[in-house]
């Protein structure tokens, strides 16, 4: 099956309960068509204790905890790109909370628009 979008998220030392927020707006979206493979990569960037002896990934399709011992976003970016397998690759904060169509609106934007090479959003914060 081929992989239309890699969800990823590059991590050191990221606090839980805010990780743990963040996985769950990953579980909670909707409008994806059964055509709308996907993936989880968790770029564990040199984190102690390392992420996979805390984070859980139930729920989450094709999850899986990558660990890059080289510290620094570039390194754990780098990783990202050798490991991803889909078409899009949709970056994410350890510390966001998805809306719950943000997956559905990414490929909606990138099936508009062949020659689309990149998108943003906005971000709000949250006090």
């Known amino acids: 099956m081929s992989l239309r979008l890699s969800a990823i998220i590059c991590a050191y030392n990221p ?3 805010y990780l743990d927020e963040t996985l769950d707006s990953i579980r909670a979206q909707v409008d994806l068509s059964p055509n709308d493979a996907w993936e989880l990569l968790l770029i564990d960037n040199a984190s102690a204790p390392a992420l996979d002896t805390w984070v ?7 999850a899986r905890i990558i660990r890059e011992d080289k510290l620094g976003l570039t390194h754990a970016r780098l990783r990202s790109f050798s490991e991803a397998r889909g078409e899009i690759l949709l970056y994410i904060d350890d510390d966001n909370i998805l809306a719950p169509n943000y997956f559905a609106e990414t490929l909606a ?3 508009a628009d062949g020659a689309l090479g990149a998108t943003g959003g906005k971000s709000l914060p949250r006090w």
């Open 109 to 111: 934007a990138f099936d």
């Open 15 to 17: 606090q839980r309960a």
């Open 56 to 62: 859980n990934l139930t729920g989450l399709p094709n």
